[in-house]
């Protein structure tokens, strides 16, 4: 039989041998796009061995053989299947296929808002786009969503991976809806595409990281101040108060605007009305004050002097009577 009739029937009738002792190692390969590769084919017996593939050496046929390889010095071919094969007189014929996963890295990933730009509002939804540019196998792709708060503290927003089995380079685009929060101010919004190929990959896993985005958040006032204040005499009335923009502050006693006092005394003691007001919106907040005397502010030290300087009356009123 000729040879060129052996190689039909193989690519024909695949896998028709009961018992094939092809060995293709290693079983699978993880390449990247346009590195060498390699592998052996193995049997144990000898006999009629090949390898047919669009890549590489391909040694058509070769009889009375037990281990052929195959390489390729750059592989290019992202859809590349090789196939060993054997045909024997005692085994008949079999064909043992080589999985090969051609990767690439992305040339770029970018984080983006649809359709928007400038300053978020607190409550509204917004969409954030991650774009991973010209990478390979895109199944493989997991794309992370993440936030950098101004404290330096990473939070995982959401996590992607798209079910599709192309695997030439593509453009993928992720998406996130967003709804940001006062808390959100000042922090980082960023997205990384990390090519996870299994444990024949590169490890760890490639990952590739967006800049990411300034997040300025407009919300309305927030008070951050209790509703209940203790002062000592003297001090001076604050209350902190939150928002972006920076909000307006009225203080108002009784109904009447004042100016919040610097120097506190016991008269100042009640309650205070607070209004701030921004272009996001508006609140207010009531604060009952109480000013503390001296003494009371020092406690136990005062108690101790005013109980000294009764036993010091008392002395001198018992060195009287006598």
């Known amino acids: 039989m000729h040879t060129h009739t052996l190689l039909l029937l193989l690519i024909l009738k695949p896998g028709v041998c ?74 008949g014929q079999c064909v043992r ?79 996130l809806q967003f709804s940001p929060t006062s808390v959100d101010d000042g922090a980082q919004l960023c997205c990384s595409a990390m090519l996870d190929l299994g444990p024949q990959g590169p490890q760890p896993p490639p990952v590739m990281e967006s800049e990411c985005l300034n997040t300025t958040v407009h919300f309305a006032p927030e008070f951050c101040c209790s509703a209940k204040l203790q002062v000592r005499a003297g001090e001076g009335l604050t209350c902190d ?25 016991r008269e100042d003691a009640g309650n205070y009305t607070l209004m701030a007001l921004n272009c996001i919106g508006k609140a207010n907040h009531t604060v009952e004050v109480e000013v503390l005397h001296d003494c009371a502010a020092r406690g136990a030290s005062c108690q101790a002097a005013g109980s000294a ?12 009577l006598y």
């Open 18 to 91: 009961e018992s094939c002792s092809l060995v293709v190692s290693p079983a699978g390969l993880v390449v990247k796009y346009g590195a060498p590769a390699s592998a052996n084919c193995n049997s144990d017996t000898v006999s009629s061995m090949g390898w047919e593939t669009s890549q590489g050496e391909s040694q058509v046929f070769r009889p009375e053989v037990k281990e052929l390889t195959w390489r390729v010095d750059s592989l290019t071919d992202w859809n590349i299947k090789p196939q060993c094969f054997e045909m024997s007189e005692e085994g």
């Open 97 to 175: 296929v080589l999985n090969i996963t051609v990767y690439k890295l992305p040339d770029r990933v970018s984080i983006r808002y649809l359709n928007h730009s400038g300053p978020v509002v607190e409550g509204h939804q917004y969409s954030l786009h991650c774009v991973v540019q010209n990478t390979a196998p895109i199944e493989h792709l997991r794309v992370t969503f993440f936030k950098l708060s101004t404290n330096g503290e990473q939070t995982v927003l959401y996590t992607q991976q798209l079910n599709n089995d192309i695997r030439e380079p593509v453009n993928g685009s992720f998406s």
């Open 241 to 265: 108060v939150r928002g972006n923009p920076l909000p307006s502050v009225t203080w108002l006693r009784d109904g009447q605007v004042l100016t919040p006092p610097t120097h506190l005394s």
């Open 309 to 320: 300087t009764v036993a010091l009356l008392l002395h001198q009123l018992i060195h009287w």
